[in-house]
Each structure stands twice: as structure tokens, then as C-alpha cells.
């Protein structure tokens, strides 16, 4: 008992994998003292303001920057011809696109870039900016993507009129940006042909916006003296940036270094490289001094990445009792004015075709149509493992639709339709390899926690009942991810493969620093990666450092995004690990004089094999690595580094329930209950998954409720600020029940899967199914999100419940 005690013990204090070790960055951030890109001041610093267009679609005639520059304070003002001489007026996107840094001749989306002013202070610039005149003639604008290949539309990208084709295949139209197609079309139409029930419906996911607490910002300095350019900037990919910006500049790569800093959330709003960036660094070179720029909250909601504008038809095809034959699905991608919407090259649809989900689904076929119209460009971010909410949305809602149908129970036709345990690893119809799973043992727990039954039975009382004066609906979503991109033969940005690094030194008294590819934004990096070493070397995780984001420091990564960090780099991280501890090895044979194989690993310590006396600890390793008591040959040190290529995605998976009660005449819902039980394989901290949880379920929740960006059909936007893009808060925001299973992946060393993504992407339809529910009884298949009181109301309406 006292050797289970000890071993306990020594177990405990390394903090490692399993346990819910509090944030070790929490420290700094509860005391105010993080260090966000506006809290950087450097001397001599100037200020950017960017002058935006009113017009969602315009010809510019003239600038007039005479009344901006005679402003006090204000030192100059940048135009898309002042950059033409360093042919920096047109950037490269991250999805095979070009973009105006600065709007050249015309402005094809209202807020779109048009000058940077430049001046002492903020409030100067922004001074500056409202004085430059700029000569506009108005032009039709495309704001429904339904017009954008039509005969006669306005073309919207004049610059690439006559490109057949833009980073992904054959355009058909000036507004056509690329079809994409995954599947066996012909198979998929012939078992629709011979299906006994078939089921259609619209799908839509509506324009959103991640709206980070922080907006985005940098600050560009670049040494004249030396030639270096340095940028504190708000990215998600420091990295992939660092390279763009060479590509860009013509400054050296090595001479160009990006630093992350803390970032007050990202939500895949900080991946791309917008122009308020490349003009602050031109802006810099130019002038020799820093210049800073951040953006308004209205900048932020108005131009930068927004998420969906998805607008598809689903179709799913089954037999009598239930089972799917096949499904189809067509989509209108609206992709704004640019197309800088984060994709690997051979992924223009992201990872779409995830669309089976959780279920058997022996054909499959999908197509995507991607077009400009003038809005803002964008279109993957927000918690979405790029395109999977949109994909998991269209199979929830679909296998609702033919329960409906079949009058099947809704856990039922799920149950019925799973991919089975024992047909791991399971190759879908659209080619993903779906590595593990246990979905029946999952959505069962869950049926069996909630009492499921006992719910039914409840809402079939409430609708026998005529006095009833609300609604109830039980909404399920099983849901897959996939999550960790990438392989590096699957997935690239710009030609660079999608790997990610770790790089581990370990000091003489045990102390570790490890340095990353990715780039924490709020995920608690610095506490969870040093828990995987923690279990892996045995040494303490309060004595290790994690640093990300700054690229003269860390080894070169793709960044934190698609849930892609436990996946790609987490897996570096226990590769890297594993290098140190196999030289390890070899110093504690050599010190005890046995052989290597006659060690065995105990929690922080080799010991020889039956004859525990006799062992060396990870800490005296440490101290003799740095002396000259190694090995004949062996280099001094205990360093290494790894660069993880993974041989797959990882695939997890969930089973979530909400109860929703609806009051039939004002249309206000209320979640009573949501329970998720999410399964991401190895826990590396509990804590920090529930906290993941928790803010995906939230952002899931604002956006089945209440989130939308919505035009007018002139293009403009109408509700760029917090006065009308919804944010719940605390009061809005349903209590969440978490739950999980683990299924280890077996090809991630520590059997780990992502898991920050899983929320949002299960939570939605789990919130529309269950409003939708409400109503099923009454015919009602589908309603498009988001459901506000005002659209459940015309529903209740609709049906006459409201009298
Ligand atoms: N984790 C774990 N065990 C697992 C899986 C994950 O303990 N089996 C922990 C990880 O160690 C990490 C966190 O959970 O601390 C999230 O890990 P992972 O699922 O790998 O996701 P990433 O770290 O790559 O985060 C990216 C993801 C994305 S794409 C969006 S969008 C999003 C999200 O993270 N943005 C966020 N969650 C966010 N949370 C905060 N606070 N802020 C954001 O901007
Ligand atoms: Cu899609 S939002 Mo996250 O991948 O950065």
C-alpha cells in the first residue's frame, strides 16, 4: 500500500495527461497583465486609419487626399498608386485568389479598403480619414448569389474577367469562382431512382461572423538600418504569414519576423492576412518608423472573415424502414468579393465531404458552386473545421426530415444508420477514412441520462393537450468531425504542407522549454502541451514552458486552426518527447551499467528490471546529459525537435440532446436542458475540454438563435455593430451538461483527437432540430436559422397557434 501511495504521489506532482491542471496562463490574463498588440507602444509609433468605400459596388474617379494632409498630425496618406511602385496593391489570398490591399480603380464590397491615413494618433488618423475625398460612380451590386451567374450580372471581378480559372479549376462565368465536386454521381442518382422514400429540403446557413472580443491589429516596424521587418500582429498562423509577407515584400524570409502575442480570441477570424496588415507594413518601410493599426468593432463584424453563406439543397434517398441509400447535395457558395476563404489547394469546399457524418451511407454525391458577389470575402471562419458545420448541419437536419418521413423515432433512424464498431476504420462513399468510433455505446448514454423515453412521453401528453400554452421539441445531433489537417498529401496552403513541429530543450535541473508551430488564441496551450510532455518525460508540467508565435523562435507550423493543435502538434509534441526520453535511456544504462533493454519506464524514472533499488531519475538525467558522464560518442544535451506529418485526420465525435420549450404566442424558446457527450479520444485536461465545450456550445447557441449578417439590396450591411449582431451573454446563455466516452485514435501517439471545434459544429443542429421538433407534429420539415422570437412567432403564426 505505501509503494501505491508513493507511486501516486510522484504521479501527482508531474500534473500530467488526465488531470484538470488549472491554466497556467491564467495567472498573467486575471491581472490584467497580458500583452495584446494594442498594448504595444514603440517610440516614434504612427497610427493607420483606413479610409473605407460607402458603396458596395463603385468605380473610383479620383482621391483627394489635399484637405486629410493639411490636417494637423497627419503625415501621409497611402492610395492603392502608392503602392503600385513596390507592386503591393494586390496581395495573394489563402485560397488561390488575389485581393486589392488597397482599392484599385474600383471597390467591389461596402467598407472595402480604399486609403490609409497615416498620423501621430488614433484619433488624428481617424480625423484624416473622414477628410479624403474620394470620387465614386455607383455600380449595380450583386448581393444574392442566386444572380451572380446570370446572363446579364454585373461582373464584379474586372481584374480577373478573363481568367478560365482561379487556383481551383474551370470558371463558366466572370462571378464563378470554382465548382467542386466529390462522389459517384451516377450511383448516387440510381439508387435515388430506385429508393423507397426519398426526402428534399433547402438548406441554409446564413452569413455570420465570428466577432472575436478582440478585433484585429498590428504593429509593423521596419529596421531601415538592418533591413528587418518585425510585425506584433493578431494571427492564428503566425508562420503561413511570415511566408505570405516574404512573397510579398521580396524581404527575406529570414529577415521578417511575426509575433503572435496574446490574442483575445480568434474563432478563424485571425487566420487570412487582411490589407489593414500589408498597408501598416508598407506604410512602415516606407517611412522607416512603426505604424500601428487596429481595427473598430465595426471593421471587425464589416470586412474581416466572416463564416457560411451556404446556400444548398439536400436530398437523402432510404428504404421502407429507414435506411440510407444515398444522399445528394448541391450548394451556392457565397464567397463575397475575393476569394480569400482559407483552403488547401485540393480543398476548395473544405472538408465538406465529412457530409456522411456518423452513418452507413453507401452513395454519396455533392457539388458546390462557389461565386463573387460584393460583399465582404471570407466564408470558412468560425469554429468550424472549414466547412464541416455546414456539413454536419445538412446531414442532421436531413436524417430529422426522413424520420419525419418514415415516422421513425429520431434516435432510431440514427441508431439504425451508424457506422458500426466493428467496421473500423470505415472508408465512407466520399472517400474520408473514418479511423475510429463507438456512436451506438455514445448517443445511448446519453438517451439513458436524459431519460429520453421519459421526455417523449412528456411532449406527447403536452401536445394531447389543447390548454398547452407551449411547444416542446427534443432536438439530437450524432455528429463526426474531422479535425487535424493535415496530411501533407491531402493538404497544403500555398504549396506549404500542412505539418506542424514541436521543439523541446530540456536544462540541466530539469527545467523545459517547448516551442511550437501553432498559436494559442484562449485554447490553453501553455497548460496542456506541457502536460503532454509531463507524462512523457516525468518531469513536473509547473516546470515547463510552452512559447508559440513567434517566429524567430518557434519551429515552423501551419498554426492553430481546424481544431488542428492536439491533432497535428500535440502529436510533435509526444514524437519530440519520445526522441529526448530514447536518449535518456541510453545515459541511465550507461549510469547503471546494464543494458537498455533491461530498463523499464516508471512514471519519472528508468528502472532496472527486478531490481528496482537501482534506478536513475528523469532529473539526474538531465544534469548528467550536460556532463561528460554520457555515453562514448553522445552529444551533450537533452534537445530535440519533430515535424509531424499525419498519416490521417482525426475523426471525432458526439452525441448531443437539447430540450427546448416554445411559448406559441410570442415565439420565444428556451433551452431547458442541452447535453453533450463528446468523445476526442485521449483527454489531455478535462478542464480545459470542458471549457471548450462550454464556448463552442455558446457560439453554437448565438448562432441557431440569433446570429446573422444581413444586406440590403444595395450591399449594405446592416448590422456590423453589437447594437445589432447578437452576442449572448451570461443571462442568455442555457446551463450546459457535458458527458464523454473515449475512444483512443489509433494512429495519434497519445491516441489524442481534437475537440475545439466539436461543439459548434454539433451544437447547431441540435438547437434547430430541437425547435424544428417542436413543430413536427404539426407538418412543419424545416426552418431556417436563425430562430429568433420574431420568425418562431411567424411559424406559431403560420399554424393559427398564436390564437
Ligand atoms: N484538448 C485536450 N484533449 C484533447 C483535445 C484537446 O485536452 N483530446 C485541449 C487541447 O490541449 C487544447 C484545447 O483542448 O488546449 C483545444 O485543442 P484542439 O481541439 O486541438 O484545438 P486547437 O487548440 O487547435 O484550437 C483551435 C480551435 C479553433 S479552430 C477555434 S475556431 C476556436 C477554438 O479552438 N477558437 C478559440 N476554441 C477557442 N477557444 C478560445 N478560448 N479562443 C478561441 O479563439
Ligand atoms: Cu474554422 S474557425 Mo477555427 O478553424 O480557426
Redesign the pocket.
Known amino acids: 500500500m505505501g509503494d501505491m501511495a508513493e507511486l501516486q504521489e510522484r504521479e501527482q506532482k508531474l500534473q500530467g495527461m488526465g488531470t484538470s491542471l488549472l491554466r497556467k496562463e491564467d495567472a498573467k490574463f486575471i491581472r490584467g497583465q497580458g500583452s495584446y498588440v494594442d498594448d504595444i507602444k514603440l517610440p516614434g509609433m504612427l497610427f493607420g486609419a483606413l479610409v473605407r468605400s460607402p458603396y458596395a459596388h463603385a468605380r473610383i474617379k479620383g482621391i483627394d487626399k489635399s484637405k486629410a494632409l493639411a490636417c494637423p498630425g497627419v503625415v501621409a496618406v497611402l492610395t492603392a498608386d502608392d503602392l503600385k511602385p513596390v507592386n503591393l496593391h494586390w496581395m495573394p489570398t489563402l485560397g488561390g485568389d488575389v485581393q486589392a490591399v488597397l482599392a484599385d480603380k474600383k471597390v467591389c464590397f461596402q467598407m472595402q479598403e480604399v486609403a490609409m491615413v497615416l498620423a501621430t494618433d488614433r484619433y488624428t488618423a481617424a480625423d484624416g480619414a473622414a477628410l479624403v475625398e474620394v470620387d465614386y460612380e455607383e455600380l449595380p451590386a450583386i448581393v444574392d448569389p442566386k444572380h451572380s451567374m446570370d446572363k446579364d450580372a454585373v461582373v464584379i471581378r474586372e481584374d480577373i474577367a478573363d481568367k478560365t480559372e482561379v487556383g481551383h479549376g474551370p470558371r463558366t462565368h466572370p462571378n464563378h469562382i470554382f465548382t467542386w465536386e466529390a462522389g459517384d454521381k451516377a450511383a448516387a442518382d440510381a439508387a435515388f431512382a430506385g429508393a423507397a422514400v426519398t426526402v428534399r429540403e433547402e438548406i441554409l446557413n446564413p452569413r455570420v461572423h465570428?466577432c472575436p472580443l478582440e478585433t484585429c491589429g498590428c504593429v509593423a516596424s521596419f529596421n531601415k538600418a538592418t533591413g528587418h521587418l518585425t510585425v506584433y500582429m493578431t494571427t492564428?498562423a503566425p508562420h503561413l504569414v511570415r511566408t505570405v509577407l516574404a512573397m510579398l515584400s521580396g524581404v527575406a524570409e529570414s529577415k521578417i519576423r511575426v509575433v503572435g502575442g496574446d490574442i483575445g480570441g480568434?474563432?478563424?477570424n485571425k487566420?487570412p492576412v487582411y490589407p489593414g496588415y500589408v498597408v501598416a507594413i508598407v506604410a512602415s518601410i516606407v517611412t522607416g518608423v512603426p505604424v500601428k493599426w487596429i481595427e473598430s468593432r465595426m471593421e471587425n463584424i464589416g470586412t474581416t472573415g466572416f463564416?457560411r453563406d451556404y446556400h444548398g439543397v439536400g436530398e437523402l434517398a432510404a428504404d421502407a424502414d429507414g435506411r440510407i441509400k444515398a444522399l445528394r447535395f448541391t450548394a451556392l457558395a457565397d464567397h463575397g468579393a475575393f476569394n480569400s476563404h482559407v483552403s488547401a489547394t485540393k480543398l476548395p469546399a473544405g472538408l465538406f465531404s465529412i457530409c456522411t457524418g456518423s452513418y452507413a451511407i453507401p452513395n454519396a454525391y455533392c457539388r458546390v458552386d462557389a461565386v463573387y458577389t460584393n460583399k465582404a470575402p471570407g466564408g470558412?471562419?468560425?469554429?468550424?473545421?472549414?466547412r464541416v458545420t455546414e456539413a454536419v448541419y445538412l446531414i442532421e437536419r436531413m436524417i430529422d426530415v426522413l424520420a419525419l418521413k418514415l415516422g421513425i423515432d429520431k434516435a432510431e433512424i440514427r441508431r439504425r444508420n451508424f457506422v458500426k464498431a466493428e467496421q473500423f476504420p470505415y472508408t465512407t462513399s466520399l472517400g474520408w477514412t473514418l479511423d475510429s468510433g463507438a456512436y451506438h455505446p455514445a448517443l445511448d448514454k446519453v438517451l439513458k441520462a436524459v431519460d429520453y423515453e421519459g421526455l417523449r412521453r412528456e411532449q406527447a401528453a403536452l401536445r394531447a393537450d389543447p390548454k398547452a400554452t407551449t411547444l416542446m421539441g427534443i432536438g439530437l445531433a450524432t455528429f463526426t468531425e474531422i479535425v487535424g489537417a493535415g496530411p501533407t498529401k491531402v493538404c497544403d496552403i500555398l504549396g506549404i504542407g500542412l505539418f506542424d513541429s514541436c521543439e523541446i530543450r530540456v536544462h540541466p535541473t530539469g527545467g523545459v522549454i517547448a516551442r511550437l508551430g501553432t498559436m494559442t488564441q484562449g485554447q490553453g496551450h501553455a497548460t496542456t502541451y506541457a502536460q503532454i510532455i509531463a507524462t512523457e518525460l516525468g518531469l513536473p508540467a509547473s516546470d515547463i514552458v510552452v512559447e508559440e508565435g513567434d517566429t524567430d523562435k518557434a519551429p515552423y507550423g501551419a498554426g492553430?486552426?481546424?481544431?488542428r493543435s492536439t491533432p497535428v502538434s500535440g502529436a510533435a509534441t509526444a514524437q519530440a518527447a519520445r526522441k529526448i526520453k530514447d536518449k535518456a535511456r541510453q545515459i541511465a544504462a550507461h549510469l547503471l551499467e546494464v543494458a537498455e533493454a533491461d530498463l523499464e519506464w516508471e512514471i519519472d524514472r528508468f528502472k532496472v528490471k527486478g531490481n528496482p533499488e537501482q534506478a536513475k531519475t528523469m532529473k539526474e538525467i538531465c544534469m548528467v546529459a550536460h556532463t561528460s558522464n554520457i555515453p562514448a560518442g553522445m552529444e551533450q544535451g537533452l534537445n530535440a525537435v519533430s515535424y509531424y506529418d499525419p498519416p490521417n485526420m482525426t475523426f471525432p465525435f458526439g452525441a448531443y440532446l437539447c430540450v427546448v420549450d416554445v411559448d406559441r404566442y410570442t415565439g420565444e424558446t428556451k433551452v431547458r436542458r442541452f447535453y453533450a457527450l463528446d468523445d476526442c479520444g485521449t483527454r489531455i485536461n478535462p478542464m480545459v475540454i470542458e471549457g471548450q465545450i462550454h464556448g463552442g456550445l455558446t457560439e453554437a447557441f448565438a448562432v441557431a438563435f440569433g446570429q446573422q449578417i444581413p444586406f440590403d439590396d444595395n450591399g449594405n450591411h446592416l448590422g456590423n455593430s453589437l447594437m445589432d449582431y447578437y452576442l449572448p451573454t451570461s443571462m442568455e446563455t442555457p446551463h450546459w451538461e457535458t458527458d464523454h466516452t473515449v475512444t483512443p485514435c489509433p494512429h495519434h501517439p497519445i491516441g489524442a483527437k481534437g475537440v475545439a471545434?466539436s461543439p459548434h459544429v454539433g451544437g447547431i443542429p441540435c438547437f434547430s432540430n430541437a425547435v424544428i421538433d417542436a413543430f413536427a407534429h404539426l407538418g412543419v420539415t424545416h426552418m431556417d436559422m436563425p430562430h429568433t422570437a420574431f420568425r418562431v412567432w411567424q411559424q406559431c403564426h403560420a399554424l393559427g397557434l398564436d390564437r
Open positions: 465570428p492564428q480568434g474563432f478563424g487566420v463564416a470558412v471562419a468560425y469554429r468550424c473545421s472549414l492553430t486552426w481546424g481544431s471545434e
